[in-house]
């Protein structure tokens, strides 16, 4: 389960989903859509890659960015304070009000959490000082997928292949 707000695999990424994939590993991705995006070039260079990954079998699902918080993401289940996961401010455009993803995680085999500020990207990779916590822990990894899949099912797209082409489905109510 990874939860990235600028998802750009890359080539050796894409090499390492498939090889998990042969083996059965399913992989859920959350980022961001372009509506809720405050990085367009960032976006570009995931939209790249959206067909091969679907046809990986690989799960995509993009925040939407309605400007409420999505349910299931404050953990409480109120909403009242706000999410996790991200910032109901538009990301660092201040004054927006728009959602946007902004947490970086991994949830690994529900007992790794890795929670930290690198993006999964080759900037993040190759140009920027991260830093990420390693927790082993089938508890608070089965937590922390619970709120994220509150998100898949209430604030998030699920992007799929219909007919060859790329089809974003809302969650059942939304607008």
Known sequence: ????????PGAQMM????QARARGVRIRVLTNSLASNDAPAAHAGYARYRRDLLGLGIELYEMRANGQTAGGLSGSGSGSRGSWLGSSA?????GASRASLHSKAVIIDARLAVIGSMNLDLRSKNLNSEVALLIRS????REATRLVEGTFAQGAYRVVLADSKLLWRAPPGAG
Do not use: C, M, R
């Not at 090499?15 to 498939?18: I, N, V």
């Open 15 to 18: 090499q390492t989903f498939a």
């Open 90 to 94: 538009g990301g660092s455009k201040a």
């Open 1 to 8: 389960l990874i939860i990235s707000p600028y998802f750009v």
């Open 138 to 141: 089938a508890a608070l990894s």
